[in-house]
């Protein structure tokens, strides 16, 4: 036996912290610097350093742990680069309510303090996702790892900010912008999240300043009547006859008095409301448009914290929704109120804290897009970057072609600060790669830099290539720039991909990766979004302490399909953790057949595998294992994850422990002879070794453990080869399943028929073919080994046995009928009665599923995974009752 044994059971937390520690400690996933290997490469997409692992990180972060430990091992100089994001806003939160907690606000403590107690708290409690990402296995190069607040990355965004803005693509103007009152902070249009709700739809009269034509007001139809304080035109459509007339005339503002004119616009609907509609430019983004095209005054009436202000007459200090009453109940005193209607309507909320944002016009600073938007969309439609999967582009390609100007300032402290001095004598304003000492327009040292900082995702959008050292040369950008691929979720194809493009682009003259795999959506069992009020979240933390993170690992690997959401239960954890159960019981069976012999002979060189000395069950195996090699690679590297992961199960579970450790039983028990011993040793050893290289990128822990027991291994699977495949034997491998048809034949039929286990039979095998019949003979041993077979005749023909069932192996030329005696062993009679009453309870409740699933009224109103419960059950008894029926079929016949 091997002096290198395993444990009964695998117990994951006694390995997989060593194993973690080991890869960092001795630098595997660190590339080399002049290696002349093919390089690929990655860039992790930098969790927030507010961030703990969820499924959607457990997920991303497993799939490119496979393309890196899988590329590595097949030859290539990989780097997957890690890093975290600052998370402007959310990391701010964290802070200002520990700040809460004291009893003080950023205010109290200064600016200058507060980014230090940023910085503290960010070396305290900000390496927690990395912590996690280490412990799930990510092989990240983490002498890399990159913050996108360190030096490195905030010199890159100054070049940035400062080449964009000279080459006029950065500019600062008064906008109507996405405003967050509790957040205080601008924000861009990605990051406000709508939500369909019940409102209002309030139709209010304003007077006309002269009636005409027999009319004295215009009607208005709104959704927020607490702007009209801010009104500054009622529009109509000039092609509508009712208003046309009134064109050019003025209305007199309720509660503030104000005479506004009535215009023509082409925006203006027709059939929305009553026709007319209120403009105002400083509180909508339609309306602000509209006072562009007009010329018309943008008169703002709420705060910061969206509270009416001195511009809303009497209704100052009052909180908008307060004012919202106020206006309403004062316009039906006043009679101006026409009727209220429900209306449906998308509320934008705050990404961050779910307040409603109010639109507001603003000094901000944006990035003119389309300029950087035009490059990028050819980017994807010459090829230079592919989507997978392609149907993804159509998302990328509507957002491009209807960009919008970018707003990247925000009103808060942490974050890169706009590199923007202002000058408090001329009004100029400098913009520098360094900090300035004077005005660059008149002189003058009286400037103070701009308050703002920059939006988190401008520096993310230079991610590709400042974490390689732009703007220096540096020899990382040489040899890792272009990426190989980015792997992310398709909810940040706007705020990321796209934005990486066009800097790449811009910047580098080079797309910043040559292909964006986009993966599914994580849903619990029912096919439902995760949150925590359903009360459905899976926490990856806890499924990886409780199934083993190789389970959890392959788990998400197998369930990975293109296009399709992940149904995620924990049960299927659970089944994985049986695979790795079964992967951990083969190993420790290969080792406890591996005698001081066998060591002898590898000492001499003579236990190695010699596929000139391969009998039937080897060379079967040894097929299986090279299409197993070619299928995962071709698998992996086009992102069919869940297929290389079935490949795998199916080798393991299916392949080699169903069938080749069976067959080459009695060779490892040494009743072939020493020679055939020691064979069958060398190429069990052999397919072990390899297997667990094919499935270290997707379980590392477990195959490391078993890889550092097996002979003739040192260091770690992640510093090896890749299997490569060997000598093919097609013809001989297809002999092997002619053999296991009739093993599987006669096994069903002592399934079906009951036949105790432990009880040997005859078979007769017949066959037209000699070939096969030449076949069946060299494996009559595998026959009756693992069929439990005693007496086993094979010809050409013959006279069916008495009390025999019958069955049909293969198909075709290589078709043989199989019969099997059961006198003696089976009481028909009481056989024929058993599956007939199992065959009656199997049609009796499927005839009833049959009748609930063709009833429409069921199939509407049940929930969907009751009806897809009932459907699979169904399907269940059909096999159940083809089963049972052909049972019957051989009892009789």
Request: net charge neutral; glycine share 8%.
């Given at each position: 036996?091997?002096?290198?044994?395993?444990?009964?059971?695998?117990?994951?937390?006694?390995?997989?912290?060593?194993?973690a520690?080991?890869?960092i400690?001795e630098?595997?996933?660190?590339?080399?610097?002049?290696?002349?290997k093919p390089s690929?490469s990655?860039?992790?997409?930098?969790?927030?350093?507010?961030?703990?692992?969820?499924?959607?990180?457990?997920l991303?972060?497993t799939?490119q742990?496979?393309?890196a430990?899988?590329?590595?091992?097949?030859g290539?100089?990989?780097?997957?680069?890690?890093?975290?994001d600052?998370?402007?806003?959310?990391?701010?939160?964290?802070v200002?309510k520990?700040?809460?907690?004291?009893?003080?606000d950023?205010?109290?403590?200064g600016r200058e303090?507060?980014?230090?107690?940023?910085?503290?708290w960010?070396?305290?409690?900000?390496?927690?996702?990395?912590?996690?990402?280490?412990?799930?296995?990510?092989?990240?190069?983490?002498?890399?790892?990159?913050?996108t607040?360190?030096?490195?990355l905030?010199?890159?965004?100054?070049?940035v900010?400062?080449?964009?803005?000279?080459?006029?693509?950065?500019?600062?103007?008064d906008?109507?912008i996405?405003?967050?009152?509790?957040?205080?902070?601008?924000?861009?249009?990605l990051e406000?999240e709508?939500?369909?709700?019940?409102?209002?739809?309030w139709?209010?009269?304003?007077?006309l300043?002269?009636?005409?034509?027999?009319?004295?007001?215009l009607?208005v139809a709104t959704t927020?009547?607490?702007?009209?304080?801010?009104?500054?035109a009622?529009?109509?459509?000039?092609?509508?006859?009712?208003?046309?007339?009134?064109i050019?005339?003025k209305?007199r503002?309720?509660?503030v008095?104000?005479?506004?004119?009535?215009?023509?616009?082409?925006?203006?609907?027709?059939?929305?409301?009553?026709?007319?509609?209120k403009?105002?430019?400083?509180?909508?983004?339609?309306?602000?448009?509209v006072?562009?095209?007009?010329?018309l005054?943008?008169?703002?009436v709420?705060d910061e914290?969206?509270?009416m202000?001195?511009n809303?007459?009497?209704?100052?200090?009052?909180?908008?929704?307060e004012?919202?009453k106020?206006?309403v109940?004062?316009?039906?005193?006043?009679?101006?109120?026409?009727k209220?209607e429900?209306h449906?309507l998308?509320?934008?909320g705050?990404y961050?804290?779910?307040?409603?944002?109010?639109?507001?016009?603003s000094?901000?600073?944006?990035v003119?897009?389309?300029?950087?938007?035009?490059?990028a969309?050819?980017?994807?439609?010459?090829?230079?970057i592919?989507?997978?999967p392609?149907?993804?582009?159509?998302?990328?390609?509507?957002?491009?072609?209807?960009?919008?100007?970018?707003c990247?300032s925000?009103?808060i402290?942490?974050?890169?600060?706009?590199?923007?001095?202002?000058?408090?004598?001329?009004?100029g304003?400098?913009?520098?790669?360094?900090?300035p000492?004077?005005?660059?327009?008149?002189?003058?040292?009286?400037i103070?830099?701009?308050?703002?900082v920059?939006d988190t995702?401008?520096?993310?959008?230079?991610?590709?290539?400042?974490?390689?050292?732009?703007?220096?040369?540096?020899?990382?950008?040489?040899?890792f720039?272009?990426t190989?691929v980015?792997?992310t979720?398709?909810?940040?194809?706007?705020?990321?991909?796209?934005?990486?493009?066009?800097m790449?682009?811009k910047?580098?003259?080079?797309?910043?990766?040559?292909?964006?795999?986009?993966?599914a959506?994580?849903r619990?069992?029912?096919?439902?979004?995760?949150?925590?009020s359903?009360?459905n979240v899976?926490?990856?933390?806890?499924m990886?302490e409780?199934?083993?993170?190789?389970?959890?690992?392959?788990?998400?690997?197998?369930?990975a399909a293109?296009?399709?959401?992940?149904?995620?239960?924990e049960?299927?954890?659970?089944?994985y953790?049986?695979?790795?159960?079964?992967i951990w019981?083969?190993?420790?069976?290969?080792?406890?057949?591996?005698?001081e012999?066998?060591?002898?002979?590898?000492?001499?060189?003579?236990?190695?595998?010699?596929?000139?000395?391969f009998?039937m069950?080897?060379?079967?195996?040894?097929?299986?294992r090279n299409a197993?090699?070619?299928?995962?690679?071709?698998?992996?590297?086009?992102?069919?994850?869940d297929?290389?992961?079935?490949?795998?199960y199916?080798f393991?579970?299916?392949?080699?422990?169903d069938?080749?450790?069976?067959?080459?039983?009695?060779d490892?028990?040494?009743?072939?002879?020493a020679?055939?011993?020691?064979d069958?040793?060398?190429?069990?050893?052999?397919?072990m070794?390899?297997?667990?290289?094919?499935?270290?990128?997707?379980?590392?822990?477990?195959?490391?453990?078993i890889?550092e027991k097996?002979?003739?291994h040192?260091?770690s699977?992640?510093a090896?080869?890749?299997?490569k495949e060997?000598?093919?034997f097609p013809?001989?491998?297809?002999?092997m399943?002619?053999?296991?048809?009739v093993?599987?034949?006669?096994?069903?039929?002592?399934?079906?028929?009951n036949?105790p286990?432990?009880a040997?039979a005859?078979?007769?095998?017949?066959?037209?073919?000699?070939?096969l019949?030449?076949?069946?003979?060299?494996?009559?041993e595998y026959i009756?080994?693992?069929?439990?077979?005693?007496?086993?005749?094979?010809?050409?023909?013959?006279?069916?046995?008495?009390?025999?069932?019958?069955?049909?192996?293969g198909?075709?030329?290589?078709?043989?009928?199989v019969?099997?005696?059961?006198?003696?062993?089976?009481?028909?009679e009481v056989?024929?009665k058993?599956?007939?009453?199992?065959?009656?309870k199997?049609?009796?409740?499927a005839?009833?599923?049959?009748?609930?699933?063709g009833n429409?009224?069921f199939?509407?109103?049940?929930?969907?995974e009751?009806?897809?419960k009932?459907?699979?059950r169904?399907?269940?008894?059909?096999?159940?009752t083809g089963?049972?029926?052909?049972?019957?079929?051989?009892?009789?016949?």
């Open positions: 036996m091997s002096e290198k044994t395993l444990e009964k059971t695998y117990e994951p937390g006694s390995v997989e912290g060593r194993w520690d080991y890869w400690k630098k595997l996933a660190t590339p080399g610097e002049r290696s002349e690929f990655m860039v992790i997409p930098p969790p927030n350093i507010t961030g703990a692992l969820h499924l959607g990180h457990a991303n972060s799939l742990d496979i393309l430990r899988s590329r590595r091992m097949r290539f100089n990989v780097l997957w680069l890690p890093g975290i600052h998370a402007g806003i959310a990391t701010q939160n964290v200002e520990q700040l809460a907690a004291e009893g003080l950023r205010h109290k403590v303090a507060f980014i230090e107690r940023v910085w503290k960010k070396n305290e409690s900000g390496g927690t996702i990395i912590n996690q990402l280490k412990r799930l296995g990510a092989s990240c190069d983490w002498t890399r790892l990159r913050f607040m360190d030096e490195g905030s010199r890159a965004v100054r070049e900010f400062t080449s964009l803005y000279k080459e006029g693509l950065i500019y600062r103007g906008y109507i996405n405003w967050c009152p509790r957040c205080h902070t601008a924000l861009s249009d406000v709508f939500n369909e709700t019940e409102g209002s739809l139709y209010m009269r304003y007077p300043v002269k009636p005409a034509g027999g009319i004295e007001y009607t927020r009547p607490e702007t009209m304080l801010g009104d500054t009622v529009a109509v459509n000039p092609e509508d006859g009712r208003y046309k007339a009134l050019g005339k209305v503002l309720p509660f008095e104000r005479e506004i004119p009535v215009i023509g616009d082409d925006s203006v609907s027709i059939e929305f409301g009553t026709g007319a509609v403009i105002t430019p400083a509180h909508d983004f339609n309306d602000f448009e006072g562009r095209r007009h010329k005054q943008s008169i703002k709420m914290s969206a509270r202000n001195e809303a007459g009497p209704f100052k200090g009052m909180d908008r929704y004012a919202r106020k206006v109940s004062g316009l039906e005193e006043k009679g101006l109120l026409e209220t429900k449906k998308m509320l934008g705050c961050r804290c779910s307040t409603i944002v109010e639109p507001t016009l000094k901000q600073w944006f003119k897009v389309a300029p950087l938007a035009g490059p969309i050819e980017a994807v439609e010459d090829g230079r592919k989507f997978v392609k149907n993804w582009e159509n998302l990328y390609f509507d957002w491009m072609r209807n960009i919008r100007d970018w990247i925000r009103q402290w942490w974050g890169h600060r706009i590199p923007a001095w202002h000058c408090r004598d001329c009004g304003v400098t913009v520098s790669t360094i900090d000492d004077k005005c660059e327009s008149c002189g003058c040292k009286n103070e830099q701009d308050p703002d920059l995702w401008f520096s993310s959008a230079l991610w590709p290539f400042s974490t390689l050292g732009w703007p220096e040369k540096t020899g990382d950008l040489k040899a720039y272009p190989s980015l792997s979720s398709f909810d940040i194809i706007f705020f990321w991909v796209a934005r990486m493009a066009m790449g682009l910047f580098m003259k080079d797309v910043p990766f040559r292909e964006v795999y986009i993966h959506l994580i619990d069992a029912k096919g439902q979004k995760m949150s925590k359903k009360g899976i926490d990856p933390l806890v990886m409780q199934y083993g993170t190789d389970a959890f690992r392959f788990t998400l690997a197998v369930l293109q296009g399709r959401d992940i149904k995620l239960a049960d299927r954890i659970a089944g953790r049986n695979f790795c159960n079964k019981n083969v190993a420790r069976f290969t080792l406890m057949n591996l005698d012999t066998f060591f002898e002979a590898m000492a001499s060189g003579r236990a190695r595998v010699d596929e000139s000395r009998n069950a080897d060379k079967w195996i040894w097929e299986r197993c090699i070619r299928e995962v690679i071709e698998a992996i590297d086009t992102y069919r994850f297929e290389a992961a079935r490949v795998l199916r393991v579970w299916h392949e080699l422990c069938w080749y450790v069976e067959l080459v039983k009695l490892l028990r040494g009743e072939s002879g020679e055939r011993k020691l069958a040793q060398s190429t069990l050893a052999t397919v070794m390899d297997t667990m290289k094919l499935l270290h990128p997707f379980m590392p822990f477990i195959t490391e453990e890889a097996l002979p003739g040192a260091g699977l992640m090896g080869d890749f299997p060997g000598r093919a013809d001989e491998a297809a002999r399943e002619d053999v296991m048809d093993i599987r034949a006669v096994r069903n039929i002592r399934t079906d028929m036949v286990p432990s040997m005859d078979c007769f095998c017949f066959a037209d073919d000699p070939g019949r030449e076949t069946l003979s060299e494996g009559a009756k080994l693992l069929a439990r077979v005693k007496g086993l005749v094979i010809a050409e023909k013959g006279e069916r046995p008495g009390d025999s069932v019958s069955a049909v192996a198909a075709g030329q290589k078709k043989a009928e019969f099997v005696p059961l006198g003696g062993l089976v009481d028909f056989e024929e058993r599956i007939t009453k199992e065959l009656s199997a049609e009796g409740e005839s009833g599923l049959m009748k609930m699933l429409e009224e199939t509407k109103k049940a929930p969907p009751v009806v897809e009932d459907r699979a169904l399907e269940v008894l059909e096999e159940k089963k049972l029926k052909a049972g019957l079929e051989r009892i009789r016949t």
